[in-house]
């Protein structure tokens, strides 16, 4: 299904926003100046009246395009009549909500949590403090097996396939990459945090994993990256995840909490690590 351009440019720049906003949780505000010229350039080409509505939008913090959900504007909720829908499927011209007025879209098919959710799930949303509102010692990988970035995404799409927190790993896997495509999600410190959004049902949830001998993933300066924390999103919790990627960056700005972290060789330990790790930022 091809997409209308403009559509397009707008998911680019939604999507390049939040990044934005990643970048200041893990304080990488060097690389914001770069985002802004992406930025720019896509705003430059869009069609005046839809510039203006982006405009008006981000200035309140909104996206300005929403994907259709059960034939529901999932910007504003408006029930949506059938002959927009099958308008906007046609994906021949832009249309807008006449609710909101965002531009919107048919989405493609994102990976979803199981239906019926397997008994570590069922725990993990039952506890609420700590670590263990986001993960588990079953989300722990001590020693990645794959030694590059898309095989890292690929080890973590079937770990959280495996635990149930996925419907499909093949394409939880593809988003991520996509993900990366825009922007890479490794940073100082030899830690990353690659990740899925708009993943539905559930609350956020991450795995850890580990490698003494680092990976390729395209840091900042073509560092090797140790620890990576895979997570996937659900589509309200943006607030919660920028939150968890802030307080994971400080904590292991720290040397000495990296080393005990690698230093753990079993998903027992690592997960006991983390948890002592994150105790004072994480509540
Ligand atoms: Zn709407």
Same mark, same amino acid.
């Given at each position: 299904?091809?997409?209308?351009?403009?559509?397009?440019?707008?998911?680019?720049?939604?999507?390049?926003?939040?990044?934005?906003?990643? &970048?200041?949780?893990?304080?990488?505000?060097?690389?914001?100046? &770069?985002?802004?010229?992406?930025?720019?350039?896509?705003?430059?080409?869009?069609?005046?009246?839809?510039?203006?509505?982006?405009?008006?939008?981000?200035?309140?913090?909104?996206?300005?395009?929403?994907?259709?959900?059960?034939?529901?504007?999932?910007?504003?909720?408006?029930?949506?009549?059938?002959?927009?829908?099958?308008?906007?499927?046609?994906?021949?011209?832009? &249309?807008?909500?006449?609710?909101?007025?965002?531009?919107?879209?048919?989405?493609?098919?994102?990976?979803?949590?199981?239906?019926?959710?397997?008994r570590r799930v069922e725990q993990l949303q039952q506890r609420q403090s700590g670590m263990?509102?986001?993960?588990?010692?079953?989300?722990?990988?001590?020693?990645?097996?794959?030694?590059?970035?898309?095989?890292?995404?690929?080890?973590?799409?079937?770990?959280?396939?495996?635990?149930?927190?996925?419907?499909?790993?093949?394409?939880?896997?593809?988003?991520?990459?996509?993900?990366?495509?825009?922007?890479?999600?490794?940073?100082?410190?030899?830690?990353?945090?690659?990740?899925?959004?708009?993943?539905?049902?559930?609350?956020?949830?991450?795995?850890?994993?580990?490698?003494?001998?680092?990976?390729?993933?395209?840091?900042?300066?073509?560092?090797?990256?140790?620890?990576?924390?895979?997570?996937?999103?659900?589509?309200?919790?943006?607030?919660?995840?920028?939150?968890?990627?802030?307080?994971l960056t400080k904590t292991f700005s720290e040397a000495?909490?990296?080393?005990?972290?690698?230093?753990?060789?079993?998903?027992?330990?690592?997960?006991?690590?983390?948890?002592?790790?994150?105790?004072?930022?994480?509540?």
């Amino acid at each position: 299904m091809q997409m209308h351009p403009v559509v397009k440019d707008l998911i680019e720049l939604h999507q390049l926003g939040l990044v934005k906003e990643e &970048h200041r949780a893990t304080n990488l505000s060097e690389r914001v100046e &770069h985002l802004n010229e992406s930025m720019a350039t896509l705003l430059g080409r869009l069609p005046a009246d839809i510039e203006f509505l982006y405009r008006k939008m981000s200035d309140k913090g909104l996206s300005a395009v929403a994907p259709i959900s059960n034939g529901i504007c999932s910007g504003c909720g408006l029930n949506l009549p059938l002959s927009l829908i099958q308008a906007v499927r046609a994906e021949k011209d832009l &249309h807008q909500c006449h609710n909101c007025a965002r531009v919107l879209y048919y989405p493609e098919e994102l990976p979803k949590r199981k239906k019926e959710p397997g008994r570590r799930v069922e725990q993990l949303q039952q506890r609420q403090s700590g670590m263990a509102r986001f993960s588990s010692e079953s989300l722990m990988i001590p020693g990645l097996r794959a030694t590059d970035r898309d095989g890292v995404i690929r080890e973590f799409a079937q770990k959280m396939a495996a635990e149930g927190l996925v419907d499909d790993a093949a394409k939880l896997a593809e988003q991520s990459l996509r993900r990366e495509a825009l922007a890479t999600t490794a940073v100082e410190n030899t830690l990353a945090f690659p990740h899925v959004r708009n993943v539905e049902g559930g609350g956020i949830a991450f795995a850890l994993g580990t490698s003494r001998k680092g990976v390729k993933f395209g840091a900042p300066g073509r560092k090797l990256t140790r620890i990576v924390f895979f997570t996937v999103i659900p589509t309200v919790a943006n607030a919660v995840y920028l939150q968890l990627l802030s307080g994971l960056t400080k904590t292991f700005s720290e040397a000495a909490t990296r080393e005990k972290i690698l230093a753990a060789d079993s998903p027992k330990k690592l997960w006991a690590a983390l948890s002592r790790a994150t105790k004072a930022v994480i509540r």
